[in-house]
């Protein structure tokens, strides 16, 4: 049998990484070697307990999660680091990433997720909770960029009564609306089209089959 | 001939000795979102059967289609064949969703083979077709991921992008999840060629489960490939090699060698870049030989170049100069530029490194010379799209003078408004003038009433709008600090709870595991609900991101909720505010829309966030009950008018208008400040 993976953990909370520790005790290839509750501490003790692997939280006082990890990558690149932490939010785990890290799971991970993590960094490759990479990619993903899709439905509606060459009070009391909410909804249209004129607007109704819609 | 390169020439040489394209890639091969899954798809000779009988309906056009996307992987003219039958028969049969996917189709056919203005006709008839029917859902999203396909494959990396992350949510959504998984790995490797490979590899992991979920092998391969060449590129060789590894792995299961090629030349170029060249050689003359039995002109070339490399490191100038001389035979056969000019890059240093001058300047030269002609091609290229601009351009003064005519007649108007207007000043100026001249009257005879007024308004005023800072100040540092408070305390603890819980796992008797694992779920449940407490306290999006992305972030917070759906708008702002404007105004839209989701009773609600180059706005509309301005004092009246000392701390004004019938509308003006 091969030998066992080792673990040093990073936390500032004692009681998580009891927890942690009780949780892989009896999983044999893995093995906890050490543990630290800041980055610095970690840095210390990397050398006593050269660890395959470092569960690293990212709040951490002294030297954060994300300095620590910059700095294992720099001085210890074959050290590998998972984030264990319960931020999700793109800017941190981007920032993790940069730093190089080979895994990101969130804290409220499941046992079998832990190991399955564990197992795949350690043969090399790169484990990311699907929390994690679904957030990002929704993230970076915009709706359709139509200009028709810049309108909300309140001033579609309002265009389609300009075109007919009504004014804005009659149109205000077509849809039960004050007049300068009107205006500022016809206003607020041009401009996210970038139209001057209602003879611009009515062509603009007219390519996009505005009546349409 | 200039003997002295130039330096900016030299630096680049440099920069492409690091980055020449060893890897071999298969883009082409996900062009395409294909499969309709709408008939379970049986043999295909069955199915001719099933056609030879079938009615001419729109059945018919879907077995067809079937048949398409089963003979596009095996025979490409039949499955042209079939798409133009499907086109065809759903144009007599005006079923409009027949003839969307049979243009798909064909698309795909002509794209295959490189003609890519052919099949861009073919999916802008087929987005004329969506827009016809109004399909706004997956299949429009089908649509626009292959034109992204295209405009990749025309090396217009940006405009593909845009177009696949403006797609990819409405197939996530909708659960076309083959279409979905080969988006994300298109746009992997968008990301790769421009360097991002971060993000190029969050992408291409996610896109890698997803194959594993569909049971994908040619694409889980492929996938591992890619993740092997952002390792690589991330000079992380060891996580190279794992993952070009397990790709070879997967593509010794398939019948397509060509998959084998690209994952042998990659564990090859890895052994080669960390010199253990007899390792590479071994891999390499494998993938040379695999991308020779399938006739592979640019596999071949591509593992005749690392080959050589191989050898030119391991000191065997001779053979690496016989294979370099090999690969340029093929490439120049192939047409292949890039190729030729690196093979004449390596073959300049081989003969340097073996002493031989004179025929390291002849390599030279060539390569100075390709190098110029790829230079002036990509040149004329960018001339090309500036005249087609410049046309559009020109094209575009055509319509502003058809316009004219209704902009003249749109002026005749507003001529006879200044008419009327002027009329109308007149006599408004009168009465102004007449009360203007009472009022100055009345002023100067409580003159000195009112200065005493005003100084005392003014130290008011002061004073109150210190107050206001001072309690905002408060509000915010007091905010923060309760998330940070929730995040260190109960979040951790929660979290220590759920592993604790975890060690019973193998001990819960038979009849208590589903209320164990209840008590495990509704522990991720009260974390994800905490984690949204926490990002409506802190500012932290807002201040790193900005006034977008936190309202784009709390919209999606609050839609989940399942309440009421917001639609989140904004158009004009493109830079970031005035820090204490910021948070104002994304409290007070937080403010707005919270009363909202408590109050309105609506359904649906509009967020508008938009700027000028005079004011900021925010709107919030929503279809609800509205409300009685009088009755709010008690219930919604806190939030009212805490939304009020916001605004009129940061110098703006709100409005706000309600009926039963419309729902209610606030409005949030800021002015800009220099």
């Known amino acids: 049998m091969n030998a066992p993976i080792k673990i ?74 998972i984030a264990l932490t319960m931020y999700d939010d793109h800017n941190r785990i981007m920032k993790m990433l940069k730093a190089g890290v080979k895994g990101y799971i969130l804290k409220n991970t499941s046992k079998n997720e832990l190991i399955e993590a564990i197992n795949a960094v350690s043969s090399g490759e790169t484990y990311l909770t699907k929390q994690v990479t679904a957030s990002i990619i929704k993230e970076s993903s915009k709706p359709n960029h ?20 009504m004014t804005s009070k009659e149109i205000a009391d077509e849809l039960g609306l004050s007049e300068l909410t009107v205006t500022t909804h016809r206003k607020n249209a041009m401009q996210k089209l970038e139209l001057k004129n209602v003879a611009a607007l009515v062509k603009f109704s007219i390519d996009n089959n505005l009546s349409e819609l | 001939m200039d003997l002295f390169l130039h330096p900016s020439k030299d630096l680049w040489l440099q920069l492409m000795k690091k980055r020449y394209s060893k890897n071999i890639f298969f883009i082409t091969l996900f062009l395409f979102a294909g499969n309709f899954q709408l008939l379970k798809a049986g043999n295909p000779d069955s199915l001719k059967q099933v056609l030879k009988y079938a009615k001419e309906d729109t059945n018919k056009v879907n077995t067809l289609i079937v048949l398409c996307s089963q003979k596009g992987q095996i025979d490409g003219d039949e499955s042209l064949k079939y798409s133009k039958q499907a086109l065809d028969l759903s144009t007599k049969l005006n079923y409009q969703q027949g003839k969307i996917k049979a243009c798909i189709h064909l698309a795909q056919y002509y794209s295959a083979k490189g003609e890519y203005e052919q099949a861009l006709k073919f999916l802008t008839d087929a987005l004329k077709f969506c827009a016809e029917i109004k399909e706004k859902g997956p299949l429009l999203a089908k649509v626009n991921v292959c034109i992204a396909a295209i405009y990749s494959g025309k090396g217009d990396y940006n405009k593909s992008l845009k177009l696949y992350l403006s797609n990819i949510n409405i197939l996530d959504k909708t659960n076309q999840k083959p279409e979905f998984a080969k988006a994300l790995y298109n746009i992997s490797i968008i990301y790769y060629y421009s360097h991002k490979l971060d993000e190029s590899k969050i992408y291409a992991l996610r896109s890698k489960a997803l194959f594993e979920e569909l049971k994908d092998t040619v694409s889980i391969s492929t996938s591992f490939s890619l993740l092997g060449a952002i390792c690589y590129d991330k000079e992380d060789y060891s996580a190279a090699l794992v993952y070009y590894k397990k790709s070879l792995e997967q593509a010794e299961k398939l019948k397509d060698k060509s998959y084998l090629a690209v994952a042998l030349n990659g564990i090859g170029i890895v052994y080669a870049d960390t010199k253990e060249y007899s390792e590479a050689i071994v891999y390499l003359k494998k993938a040379l030989a695999v991308g020779e039995e399938i006739g592979e002109q640019q596999t071949v070339v591509t593992c005749l170049l690392n080959l050589g490399i191989c050898y030119s490191g391991s000191n065997n100038q001779t053979e690496a100069i016989k294979l370099f001389n090999q690969a340029l035979t093929i490439a120049k056969k192939i047409g292949s530029k890039h190729s030729i000019k690196e093979l004449y890059y390596f073959m300049t240093e081989a003969h340097e490194k073996q002493g031989n001058f004179k025929a390291a300047l002849a390599s030279l030269q060539q390569f100075t010379i390709v ?31 058809l316009n004219k005519e209704l902009i003249t007649k749109e002026k005749d108007r507003e001529l006879l408004n200044a008419q009327v207007q002027q009329k109308n000043s007149i006599v408004f100026g009168t009465i102004v003038g007449t009360i203007f001249l009472v009022l100055i009257l009345i002023l100067l005879f409580n003159r000195k009433r009112l200065i ?29 600090r309760i998330a940070k408070d929730l995040h260190d305390g109960v979040g951790t603890y929660l979290s220590t709870l759920k592993i604790n819980l975890q060690l019973y796992e193998g001990f819960v008797p038979k009849e208590k595991t589903d209320g164990y694992q209840n008590a495990l779920n509704l522990i991720d449940v009260i974390s994800i609900e905490l984690r949204n407490i926490m990002k409506n306290l802190s500012n932290e999006t807002l201040h790193e991101h900005g006034l977008i992305t936190a309202f784009e972030e709390l919209v999606s917070r609050v839609n989940n909720l399942g309440v009421i759906q917001i639609d989140f708008y904004t158009h004009g702002l493109n830079k970031r505010l005035n820090e204490v404007i910021e948070s104002n105004l994304y409290r007070i839209g937080q403010e707005l829309i919270t009363n909202c989701v408590k109050y309105s009773k609506g359904s649906h609600a509009t967020l508008q966030l938009l700027a000028d180059d005079t004011s900021t706005t925010l709107m919030l509309e929503d279809n609800g009950v509205g409300f009685d301005a009088e009755k709010v004092k008690d219930t919604a009246g806190m939030g009212i008018k805490n939304i009020n000392d916001r ?13 039963s019938l419309n729902g209610t509308l606030c409005f949030v003006e800021i002015p800009n400040f220099k």
Not at chain 1, 45 to 59: C, E, F, Q, R
Not at chain 2, 456 to 471: F, G, S, T, W
Not at chain 2, 647 to 659: D, L
């Open chain 2, 452 to 480: 005493q007024y005003n100084k005392y308004q003014a130290n008011m005023n002061l004073q109150r709008e210190k107050n206001a800072v001072d309690i905002l100040h408060a509000q915010e540092n007091e905010q923060v």
């Open chain 2, 371 to 401: 190098n110029d002609s790829i230079y002036n091609e990509e040149n004329s290229q960018q001339i090309n799209e500036l005249s087609a601009k410049y046309e559009s351009e020109k094209k575009a003064k055509e319509i502003a003078i």
């Open chain 1, 8 to 81: 040093l953990i990073a936390d500032d909370h004692q009681m998580f990484i009891d927890g942690i520790k009780a949780l892989l005790n009896e999983i044999t290839h893995i093995q906890i070697v050490g543990q630290a509750i800041n980055g610095k501490e970690v840095i210390e003790k990397l050398n006593n307990y050269s660890p395959d692997i470092v569960l690293m939280d990212i709040g951490m006082a002294e030297l954060n999660g994300i300095e620590t990890t910059e700095w294992i990558t720099k001085n210890y690149p074959k050290i590998k680091v």
């Open chain 2, 647 to 659: 605004v009129s701390f940061i110098k703006g004004t709100a409005r706000f208008e309600s009926n």
């Open chain 1, 146 to 165: 139509n200009p028709i899709s810049l309108l909300t439905k309140r001033e579609i509606q309002i265009i389609k009564l300009v075109v007919k060459s």
